[in-house]
């Protein structure tokens, strides 16, 4: 897989200085300024050192600015090549020809997830979820079913979950945390209210928070002590909320599974309370 330069700098944007931070805006605003500029061109844009946009190529996993410039450009590039293909939902597109291009934008979506996925931020959200005495999942709208979705899944692991859909339940919840407990707080945007009041109620009480967002800059993923990203595109039928979707789900997925491995006793025990549980109110 390519290195994907925006991706890069998304997940990495929270721990980066504020002139790497002020680089960073620069890039994302208009990439074209960096494939068409020299370093020295974008230090004297941004008033800063030579060296300084040199550190910051390296800090987001670039040997140098001309390493960052051709991957960017080779971004840009796929981009524009998929844009030319993928014209978008038609109105004379059949059923099929529909649910095809739904199933390349969901891959999309995963792809640039596992693309910007940082190693340390998941193995410290298992670290957190692994240890906590109590993990309580919080999202409002649409992030309500995957907060949920992740109930349904780490109920099956032996950890103590626990998700509500009401907003006042969910902040009620979160008032009544310790600092030995974990709160997963769920937002496309970052932005939500209810969401943020959520989060902060969690932190002040001392629990661990684990944000999963699709923005790296935003209030909630700026609060948490670890921060996992989606990334996804808009189109004229499907908002980017709508299928950022499919990329929590997978992140999700990606921390259940990695609990069930590392309680795999404490799993099989869980797991057979809830068959047990179920086979019986059947009878």
Known sequence: MSQNCIGKIRSNYARLSEKE???????????????HG???EVAEDLNVADATVFRFCKRIGFKGY????????SEIVTSNQQVDEDVGILKDDDEKTIA??????????????LE???????????????????VELYGTGGSAVIAMDGFHKFVRTGVKAFAFIDSHFQLMAASQLTEKDAAVVISH?????????????????????????????????????VSLYTSSEDTEYR????????????????LYVNLRVLNKENAKVSLQKIRNTISE???
Do not use: C
């Open 239 to 254: 908002s980017e909320s709508l299928s950022s979707r499919i990329g929590q789900l997978s992140l999700i997925d990606a």
């Open 66 to 73: 001309q390493a960052m410039k051709i991957a960017l450009a």
């Open 21 to 35: 931070k002020k680089i960073a805006d620069y890039i994302l605003n208009d990439p074209d300024q960096i494939i």
């Open 189 to 225: 945007s970052g932005t939500n209210k209810d969401t943020l009041a959520i989060l902060k109620t969690a932190k002040n009480n001392g629990a661990k928070t684990i944000a999963i967002t699709g923005y790296p800059k935003s209030p909630i993923a700026q609060h948490a002590d």
């Open 116 to 134: 910007i996925l940082d190693k340390a931020a998941i193995q410290k959200a298992v670290d957190i979820l692994l240890h906590a005495n109590r």
């Open 100 to 113: 095809d291009k739904i199933f390349r934008s969901n891959i999309r979506t995963l792809e640039n997830t």
């Open 281 to 283: 109110t059947r009878m």
């Open 38 to 40: 020299t370093i020295n």
